[in-house]
Every structure is written in C-alpha cells, then in structure tokens.
C-alpha cells in the first residue's frame, strides 16, 4: 500500500523555520520592550518610601535637593563632609542616584538606602567589574571574556569583607527638623515668660495670646485631673514641652515643598521621647507603685505567680506602646496621601483621560485627608501627652490605707 504522506520539501522547511524566527524575533522584541517598560514604570512603594524615610539631604521639588552634613566617625578618625559628595544625578524619575564617596581620610564610604557602609577598595572595583560584565552581557555574547570577569568578580566579592557601619552623626532631616523645632520651641516660650513679666495682670497679647489657651488646657484637662494640684507643676514643664515638639513636629510635615519631613514618624526619635517617659516614670516611682508591682495586695499567691510577670512587663510595654502608636499614626498618614498622589500617576501611565478623571477624585479625597492629618496631628500630640501624664500619676500616687479601711 502507497503511503499518501508526502516528504517536506526544502523550500516549504525553509518558510517554516522563517516563521518561526520572525516569532521568536517579535517575542523577544515584545519581551525587551516590556522589560524596558518595567524600568521606566512609576512604582508607588519606592515612591511612598522615598518620602517618608529619614535622608541625608532635603527633598524641595522635583530634582531639587539641599544636602545634609555628614558626620561619620571610623578608624579613629572624623569625616565630615557635604552629601552631595554621593550624589551621582538622577534616575528616570527624579531621584538622586549616589556613588561611593573617598573622604580626605582615605576612608571610602557609601550610601546605600541613606545608611552610610565603610567599604574596601577590593569591593569597589568589584562593583565596577560587575557593571562592566552587565554592560558586555548586554551589548556582546557570552563568550570567555564575559565568564571570566564574572568569575573574578564573584571570587573578589567572596574574598571582600564585609561592610562596616561607621559611628553616624549625621545631620539628617529628621534630626535637622528635630534642630529647627527645638530653636521654634526655645523662641515661643521664651517670648511668651517676657509677656507673662512685662505684662503681669494685663491681657495677653500675640505670641501670648496664641500659646496661653493651650499651656492652659494641658494644664487643667492633662495635668492637674492625672497628678493632682499639688505636683501638677512638677511634672508640667516636660507635658508642655513634649506636647508643643510633637506638635510642632507633625505640623512641619504637612507643609509641602519644604522637604516632607516625618520627624515623629521616625522610630529613633519616637523611642527617644518613650525613653524619657519611661526614665521619668521609673525615677518618680514611689513605695506604692513598686509594692503594687512586685507583690500587689490582696491578691492569692497563686494569682500574684501570674500578675507579677505581667507588671513587670507592663514597664516596659506602656512606653513601647507610646513610640508605636505614635510613629504608626504619623506614617499612615503620610502613605495614605502619597497613595492617592501614586494612584492619580499609575492611570495616567495608561491613558490622559484616566489620569484627569481619577485625579479629581484623588485629589478632592487627598485635601480631606490633609484636613483629617491637621486634627491627628493636635490628638497625637494630646493623647502621648495625656498618656505620660497618667503614667506619672499612677507611679506618684499616694497609699490610700486600702487594708486600714478593711
């Protein structure tokens, strides 16, 4: 029997594997372009995490920096120098990119995510190996050259140490918003006791009038109802303060174009503010606050097995609640308005029209949220307040004789 299949010819092989490489060919294309694309795409969490982390230098608009002094101590000796020193332009969207930065010390130092790293030459010329390999895997093939640099590469990064952090006493924007606060802060109260003595039994006047219904509440709805009369004025001087900074503080990161600062959505200085708290509770604990921890009355030996571990930890948790919940509310705040600004420029990524049309709404929603931000920014400052208030009261309170009534 004659079979009725019928070999392929030269001609019609040839077609087919044209076929296949003009598909092979467009795939790729499609698959560089999208590759491409991928680079050049707005992407909201660098973005959102680009402003509200603490840098070395000030963010104003656009590609528009202020750098910070850089102050690093290694090796027994002091850097000190400009952070533009790291600057090395800007990427697709407007970012500095940075690059390793030799100090007169002889010391090279990089900035990777705005942590300073002491690095060793042997690791720079590494990296500079590294991106000449990518850059001939990109524009040759890979033939002997390309596997032994990227062979020497890896055995210099193996042999490398490891990066060293340097003791960082940088002035970064936390710490230089934290600076401008503080000199805000010593200008208020200071005009405000040469008022209260010049102007002793008149009506308050400016910067008097302004503060004197303020100083007034903290003292009589946060001070006095949580310590009592007598040692209200003992403890009103750090309510006041601590109040006013995070005030201050939450206030100057709402403002636009001045950097977008997030001072107390900073963990370092929030766990500084819970820090002094926590010493000053400690330091003005009483007998009866400490006989309540360690062995609380009336309370089975069974019982005080369980409760006795808990206060302990309760200690330590109530100023560890006070630094969370406040640099929580700050930062959500802030991510909350860069999403809707991210999601105005992710549509308009895809088209003009959904760009404008989401815009409106973000936008409107976005001038809601910063009127919310004005009234979170009072009530944290008032609730951290109000909260260190209630932990002096309750390490200064007095025995009431709780047995001698039984």
């Known amino acids: 029997m004659k079979s009725s299949l019928k070999p392929i010819s030269n001609k019609a092989f040839r077609s087919f594997v044209k076929v296949v490489f003009c598909v092979f060919m467009f795939a790729f294309s499609l698959s560089a372009s999208a590759s491409h694309e991928e680079e050049n795409t707005f992407k909201p969490g660098e973005m959102i995490m680009h402003h509200i982390a603490d840098a070395h230098q000030i963010h104003i608009v656009g590609s528009i920096y202020i750098p910070l002094p850089v102050i690093l101590w290694h090796d027994g000796h002091l850097d000190v120098f400009s952070a533009s020193k790291f600057w090395d332009g800007f990427d697709a969207h407007g970012h500095l990119k940075f690059k390793p930065y030799t100090a007169s010390s002889g010391t090279t130092y990089e900035n990777h995510h705005e942590i300073i790293e002491v690095i060793n030459p042997s690791e720079h010329v590494a990296h500079e190996d590294h991106q000449i390999a990518e850059g001939l895997e990109h524009t040759t093939t890979k033939d002997t050259l390309v596997e032994d640099i990227v062979a020497e590469e890896k055995i210099i990064q193996e042999e490398a140490a490891h990066h060293v952090l340097p003791t960082d006493f940088s002035i970064t ?9 503080m000199a805000i802060l010593v200008w208020m109260f200071v005009s405000v006791a040469k008022a209260y003595n010049k102007r002793n039994g008149q009506a308050p006047k400016g910067m008097q009038n302004l503060l004197e219904p303020l100083i007034l509440f903290i003292r009589d709805e946060v001070a006095i109802p949580s310590l009592g009369k007598k040692k209200a004025g003992r403890y009103l001087p750090f309510l006041l303060t601590v ?20 001072i107390t959505g900073t963990l370092a200085i929030t766990l500084v503010l819970a820090t002094i708290v926590f010493l000053i509770t400690t330091f003005s604990g009483n007998k009866h606050y400490w006989g309540h921890i360690f062995w609380p009355p009336g309370v089975p030996i069974f019982v005080k097995v369980i409760l006795v571990p808990i206060e302990i930890m309760s200690i330590f948790i109530k100023p560890a609640v006070l630094m ?5 509310n700050i930062t959500a705040g802030h991510i909350i308005i860069l999403a ?10 895809s088209s003009a029209v959904a760009g404008y049309s989401v815009g409106i709404g973000a936008v409107l929603f976005m001038v809601f949220m910063f009127f919310i931000e004005l009234l979170v920014a009072f009530l944290q400052a008032y609730v951290f307040t109000l909260l260190a208030a209630l932990y002096f009261g309750d390490a200064t309170q007095e025995h009431h004789h ?5």
């Open 173 to 181: 924007k936390s710490v230089f918003g934290m600076l401008m606060i």
């Open 243 to 262: 109040f006013f900074f995070i005030w201050l503080c939450n206030i100057l990161g709402l403002i636009p174009f001045i950097g977008g600062f997030n």
């Open 324 to 328: 969370i919940r406040l640099t929580a």
């Open 340 to 349: 809707f600004v991210s999601l105005v420029l992710l549509f308009g990524q």
């Open 402 to 406: 709780e047995e001698a009534h039984h």
